[in-house]
T-cell receptor, first 111, second 108 residues
Framework: NAGVTQTPKFRILKIGQSMTLQCAQDMNHNYMYWYRQDPGMGLKLIYY???????DKGEVPNGYNVSRSTTEDFPLRLELAAPSQTSVYFC??????????FGEGSRLTVL | AQRVTQPEKLLSVFKGAPVELKCNYSYSGSPELFWYVQYSRQRLQLLLRHISRESIKGFTADLNKGETSFHLKKPFAQEEDSAMYYC??????????FGKGTKLSVIP
């Protein structure tokens, strides 16, 4: 099993550009999450999903969108990138509360 | 909103010395608490959860509701314990609130 796979690992964007961070899991987990981590800070929840077709906002959803058309995939879309979105993004999945399996992270820089 | 506080950014201990990584939470109900660890060049992974009352890699954590704490302890630190440690709290939902993390450095 690959677990949770995130792509790309690194990306540089210009202000105003858009992009999608991909996340896929092969563990048949119903629950998936997107977190961001700024330097010296804890992880903050952007969006989460409890199953295909169901998504909900987390603590910091502004500037992002998600979709969950399949159990396996949970892409995160950034529209009109801003410097404040420079961060490391982590995708995670779980089968039960608190037991999160994380991806390796995607480092995004917006210039 | 929930809050998880890890007061130490960096904790350095000598090999063989006891380790205590502090974590305090703000949830007033019955929280679900976890410790996650990230070793160098590895993914963030679950270390232990309070409901299991288990010991993983020699680490234990006890929930103290009176002090709203969930400190992580190990009696004898090993070099391979050097890592970033994050405390996390869930309050009856699937959303976890993470602390800022503590970097543990074990000095040989």
């Amino acid at each position: 099993n690959a677990g949770v796979t995130q792509t790309p690992k690194f990306r540089i964007l210009k202000i105003g550009q858009s992009m999608t961070l991909q996340c896929a899991q092969d563990m048949n987990h119903n629950y998936m999450y997107w977190y961001r981590q700024d330097p010296g800070m804890g992880l903050k929840l952007i969006y989460y999903s409890v199953g295909a077709g169901i998504t909900d906002k987390g603590e910091v959803p502004n500037g992002y969108n998600v979709s969950r058309s399949t159990t396996e995939d949970f892409p995160l879309r950034l529209e009109l990138a801003a410097p404040s979105q420079t961060s490391v993004y982590f995708c995670a999945s779980s089968y039960s509360r608190g037991d999160l399996f994380f991806g390796e992270g995607s480092r995004l820089t917006v210039l | 909103a929930q809050r998880v506080t890890q007061p130490e950014k960096l904790l350095s201990v000598f090999k063989g010395a006891p380790v205590e990584l502090k974590c305090n939470y703000s949830y007033s109900g019955s929280p679900e608490l976890f410790w996650y660890v990230q070793y160098s060049r590895q993914r963030l992974q679950l270390l232990l959860r309070h409901i299991s009352r288990e010991s993983i890699k020699g680490f234990t954590a006890d929930l103290n509701k009176g002090e709203t704490s969930f400190h992580l302890k190990k009696p004898f630190a090993q070099e391979e314990d050097s890592a970033m440690y994050y405390c996390a709290s869930g309050a009856g939902s699937y959303q976890l609130t993470f602390g800022k993390g503590t970097k543990l450095s074990v000095i040989p």
